[in-house]
């Protein structure tokens, strides 16, 4: 029997598993790390980081405000702190730094498919997101501000109708 417990509930024990050089699987929430990772469908491995994470490395990190996020090394720092972000986000997170991070995913299952790290196919992926970063993030911006266009004009036509 599964049951849905909260990662902040579970942390100590996750923390003890990693340190004692096991690995922890979950499944994420969210939709931070799509398409990689689907809501509530795929399976997180973590295992504990050996040494510094490197850049595209997807980690479980403790934000400032102790919440619990699993995001992509994207960039470092001039203070030697990773700059974080999702695969379905544009917002960089700057600032965190080793002793924040708690694992780093090693593997992931699909369907009960095993995809590691160090594939032929993950490696593809990673090179298409990185390259089709800017284009991502363009047609996002365009597809909202279009997106909140018609949304307005709606709301005025609606407006109009009940006057």
């Not at 490197?54 to 619990?68: I, P, Q």
Request: with cysteine; proline share 2%.
């Amino acid at each position: 029997m599964n049951k849905e417990v909260q990662l902040a509930d579970t942390i100590e024990i996750i923390k003890e598993k990693l340190d004692s050089g096991g690995t922890v699987t979950f499944t994420p929430n969210g939709t931070s790390m799509l398409p990689l990772l689907r809501d509530g469908e795929d399976v997180v491995v973590l295992s504990k980081p050996e040494g510094r994470l490197h850049l595209f490395d997807v980690a479980l990190y403790r934000r400032k405000n102790g919440g619990y996020v699993l995001h992509r090394v994207v960039d470092f720092d001039a203070d030697g702190g990773y700059v974080m972000c999702g695969d379905n986000q544009f917002h960089y997170e700057h600032g965190i730094m080793s002793e924040d991070i708690i694992g780093v995913m090693t593997a992931f299952y699909r369907k009960g498919k095993s995809y590691v790290r160090t594939s032929f196919k993950y490696k593809i992926y990673i090179n298409w997101l990185y390259h089709t970063r800017f284009a991502r993030h363009t047609y996002s911006f365009g597809k909202r501000k279009i997106s909140n266009l018609f949304n307005k004009g709606n709301k005025k036509v609606d407006e109009n109708n009940i006057e």
